[in-house]
């Protein structure tokens, strides 16, 4: 069976001749299959046999809701969405002055092990298809009635440990026959896979890369992130300056800030240090509550922010959008289908 939502549009083309219909009928599914169509059935332009074929040769995927929470603070909306195999996810709709943003998970779990987030508790299960990290789009939009303009790939995962299936995600989604949404409305996060990073800049696409960077030494980041053992501290920004010499695209890192641990006033000399050469924005986060990890958030902020605004480094804080549903960065997690805490 084809995964009919994950082919390009020249595999969806290839099928369409296989099945020996006109080229025509290609555009007709793929746009169907953008607005989230729930069966082959529903693609009422097609002809009854076309539908029937497609319907033996492909399975569509329909992610369920299976809960949706709405928060009372501030209108954020969390889905936990059950997938064809069993498995869940969660995405959130952040409603900004500018735009819904829709925040999509990469995997089921997540491989990386950083000490204080939420995805990473009990591992990675396995890695979305394209057309489940794309359903989180569209079902998110069709379900909620509000129209999506900006799209985070900072959920669940880590993107680049799933960079092929994120890759034909972004292609599909920046499609004019689909949902058309402009990589410049994009933003995808890494904890800072170094050849993912490489991958990325060849590309050239015109996206956001934020980079978890958390620490900008070894120790405190190895502590902090495993990932830091495979690419230390100087691949990773040497890394995040090829980046911007090939795309010119200003990277924006994340740090969310706990107490003693990445908050003192040298390390904020040691990001500006490492960003010399480079427009960097650093976006603080303050630390969200994870119950799992021992962490505090830091109480040097507003210091921090400072210490590296005086330097030339801009930097901002970021809003937290969800507290009241653990909606927030770090805090969500896979959940099994009984829906265990
Ligand atoms: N795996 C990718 C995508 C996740 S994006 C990445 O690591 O970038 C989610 C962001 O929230 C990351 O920057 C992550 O480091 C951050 N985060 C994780 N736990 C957090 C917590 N408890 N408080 C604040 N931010 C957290």
Partial sequence: MTDVKSLSRAELSALVAELGEPGFRAKQIFTWLQKGVESFDEMTNLSKPLRQKLAERCTLTVPAAERKQVSRLDGTIKYLWRLADGNCIETVIMRYQHGNTVCVSSEVGCLMGCAFCASTVGGLVRRLTPAEILDQVI?????????????????????????????????????????NIGMRHISLSTCGIVPGI???????????????????????????????????????????????????????????????????????????????????????????????????????????????????????????LGGDIDASCGQLRRKTLNLEE
């Fill in 139 to 179: 079902f998110s939009q069709k379900d909620s009635g509000l129209p999506i303009s900006n799209i985070v790939l900072m959920g669940i995962g880590e993107p680049m440990d799933n960079l092929d299936a994120v890759l034909r995600f972004l292609e599909l989604v920046n499609d004019p026959d689909g949902l």
């Fill in 198 to 320: 490489q991958r990325l800049g060849e590309l050239d696409l015109q996206l956001t890369l934020s980079v978890s960077l958390h620490a900008p030494d070894n120790e405190t980041r190895n502590r902090l992130m495993p990932v830091n053992r495979a690419y230390p501290v100087e691949e990773l920004f040497a890394a995040c300056h090829r980046y911007f010499q090939e795309t010119g695209r200003r990277i924006s890192f994340e740090y969310a800030m706990i107490d003693g641990v990445n908050d003192h006033d040298w390390q904020a000399d040691l990001i500006v240090k490492n960003l010399k050469g480079m427009p960097g924005h650093v976006n603080l986060i303050p630390l969200n509550d994870v119950r799992e990890s021992p962490l505090k958030p830091s109480r040097r902020v507003a210091a921090f922010q400072k210490r590296l605004e005086r330097q030339g480094v801009t930097a901002t804080v970021r809003r937290k």
